[in-house]
């Protein structure tokens, strides 16, 4: 909860329900959390809780700072990638085994869950695939039914001509509006309702 929160719901005015809030901090019933979303703003929660990842920033955070810096997670960006290349298809296991954490010095903080942050974050930012295993082909080198990580498939770049029929048509070079293949008399062009 924040100052605000607590003020709303017991209609206390702010600075008695920020007295109240650090008194009982100062009693060890509640404790203060950063909230990496907004710097400036204080959330309370009960001493024994753990923030979730949401408000603490998750593994790559420490007392609300990026406890990495920008280069570090962008090496281990290229290290996750280059596993998957490596293999074809990885667990974020292997890719920790094999990579990340073997080419570090000392671990360096490539801890499973730092390296499923990245992985989860290169999914969304596409530039990795999570599949499950089907056991064949590029994913033969990972269990059946487990999940694992590998390049998306290109996809052949295609233009605005290719969502109407006409984009594709093998006789579009012979229609015409007067000629016997036109755009009123073809099937396909009547059937695509815009």
């Known amino acids: 909860m924040s100052v605000r929160g607590l003020s709303g719901a017991t ?39 753990r923030p979730s990842d949401e408000v603490s920033g ?39 085994r094999a990579g990340i954490a073997r080419d570090e010095p000392a671990g360096a ?10 992985l989860r974050i290169m999914v969304l930012d596409k530039s990795l695939e999570e599949v499950r295993s089907t056991g064949e082909g590029e994913l033969a080198g990972v269990s ?11 996809q052949q770049p295609g233009g605005m001509m290719e969502a109407i029929p006409c984009g594709v048509c093998p006789v579009i070079d012979d229609c015409s509006p007067e000629g016997v293949i036109s755009p009123s008399t073809c099937v396909y062009y009547q059937k695509w309702d815009f």
């Open 11 to 49: 209609g206390l005015s702010s600075s008695a329900g920020g007295s109240q809030l650090r008194d009982l901090v100062g009693l060890g019933v509640l404790k203060e959390v950063q909230d990496v979303r907004n710097r400036r703003r204080k959330l309370y929660m009960a001493a024994e809780f």
């Open 58 to 96: 998750g593994t790559w955070y420490h007392d609300g700072r990026v406890d990495a810096d920008a280069d570090a997670i962008a090496a281990a960006r290229r290290r996750c990638l280059a596993q998957v290349k490596r293999f074809g298809a990885a667990t974020a296991d292997t890719i920790r």
């Open 109 to 118: 903080g490539y801890a499973m869950d730092r390296i499923a942050d990245v």
């Open 144 to 154: 059946r039914g487990e999940m694992c990580y590998r390049e998306p498939e290109k």
